[in-house]
């Protein structure tokens, strides 16, 4: 069994034994009425984002066939510099969704010749800088503060891919030969 195979099932078979353990508290708590009510929520929940999975990991696939892994490599490779810490940047900040819209695209990046500095960038720009937060963060917390948090969080992108790339890039061919498995 692949190495990948047996990450998979052992965080599948983590996440049965959390699932039967709440199982088991939510019953001590109310019975199989609120285990019923845990079960349907959980269901609406899934079906709700089935269609932003489904477009995530097809918009993935697309971003794989559609884009040349020479262009990849040259823009977002491990040789693209600052100038892809910088793409990725602005990539992680416009993207919009949560993470089932932004780990596949990444994901299919990273196979297809992006560098790990570039894939920490993009997954780090996407959770401190995603403009698409900016009216919900203006209007509850401010500008003052709004302002602050970019102002102190701007650097941590760029820097984290930097020095991904340069602690971890020589490990890059494991890391991809890891996701095939």
């Given at each position: 069994?692949?190495?990948?195979?047996?990450?998979?099932?052992?965080?599948?078979?983590?996440?049965?034994?959390?699932t039967?353990?709440?199982?088991?508290?939510?019953?001590?708590?109310?019975?199989?009425?609120?285990?019923?009510?845990g079960?349907?929520?959980?269901?609406?929940?899934?079906?709700k984002?089935?269609?932003?999975?489904?477009?995530?990991?097809?918009?993935?696939?697309?971003?794989?066939a559609?884009v040349?892994?020479?262009a990849?490599?040259?823009?977002?490779g491990?040789?693209?510099?600052?100038?892809?810490?910088?793409?990725?940047?602005v990539g992680?900040?416009?993207?919009?969704?949560?993470?089932y819209?932004?780990?596949?695209?990444?994901?299919?990046?990273?196979?297809?010749g992006?560098?790990?500095?570039?894939?920490?960038?993009?997954?780090?720009?996407?959770?401190?800088w995603?403009?698409?937060?900016?009216?919900?963060?203006?209007?509850?917390?401010?500008?003052?503060v709004?302002?602050?948090?970019?102002?102190?969080?701007?650097?941590?992108?760029?820097?984290?891919?930097?020095?991904?790339?340069?602690f971890?890039?020589?490990?890059?061919?494991?890391?991809?030969?890891?996701?095939?498995?």
């Amino acid at each position: 069994m692949s190495k990948k195979k047996k990450n998979s099932n052992y965080i599948l078979y983590i996440l049965g034994l959390v699932t039967l353990g709440l199982a088991y508290i939510t019953w001590q708590k109310g019975g199989i009425d609120l285990i019923l009510q845990g079960l349907q929520g959980g269901g609406s929940l899934l079906l709700k984002e089935i269609p932003l999975l489904v477009a995530a990991f097809l918009t993935a696939g697309l971003l794989q066939a559609l884009v040349k892994k020479e262009a990849i490599e040259r823009w977002l490779g491990s040789e693209s510099g600052w100038r892809g810490l910088a793409l990725a940047c602005v990539g992680g900040a416009l993207i919009p969704g949560g993470p089932y819209a932004y780990y596949p695209i990444a994901g299919a990046l990273l196979s297809s010749g992006a560098g790990i500095g570039v894939l920490i960038a993009f997954v780090t720009a996407k959770n401190l800088w995603s403009v698409s937060r900016l009216p919900m963060e203006f209007a509850l917390l401010g500008t003052e503060v709004t302002l602050i948090r970019y102002a102190i969080t701007f650097l941590f992108p760029p820097l984290l891919g930097f020095l991904a790339e340069n602690f971890f890039g020589n490990h890059l061919e494991r890391i991809r030969e890891a996701m095939k498995q």
